[in-house]
């Protein structure tokens, strides 16, 4: 029996971006689309756990800073309710990794980027897993 190929709707990711920078979040959902994902904003900490009590996410980019919670509590509050589903984490900063921000929010996400975000990186985030 031969494998059914994948279709490109079961390699679409849906995404939740959380950032307080509107622009800087409506460009990386822009550019999440055109790489033929799905991706959806959050302005604050509140409305990224509405959206995630709401849709299942398969990545969440959150920044660190954000005005009403930190970011490293959104992301384990994104873990305590993923429910053993995989769930890609990824801290967005100004703030390098190894900046007291950065170093201290790090156990609670899988990997980092740094603002401005490397599109090339995000790209790598996004792509399928290699089969063997």
Known sequence: MTPTPTSREDLRLNVLIVDDNASAAELLQELIVLQDHQAR????AQEAID??????FDI????LTLP????????QHFRSQAAGRPLLLVA????????A??????????????????FDALDRLLAPPATA
């Open 92 to 99: 967005i900063s100004g703030y390098g990794a190894g900046d």
């Open 51 to 56: 959206a995630f009590a709401q849709e299942h």
């Open 101 to 118: 921000t950065g170093a201290q929010a790090m156990p609670f996400f899988d990997h980092y980027l740094q603002k401005p975000i490397d």
């Open 41 to 44: 904003c959050a302005l604050t």
């Open 60 to 63: 969440a980019l959150v920044d």
């Open 68 to 75: 009403d919670r930190p970011g490293a509590e959104v992301a």
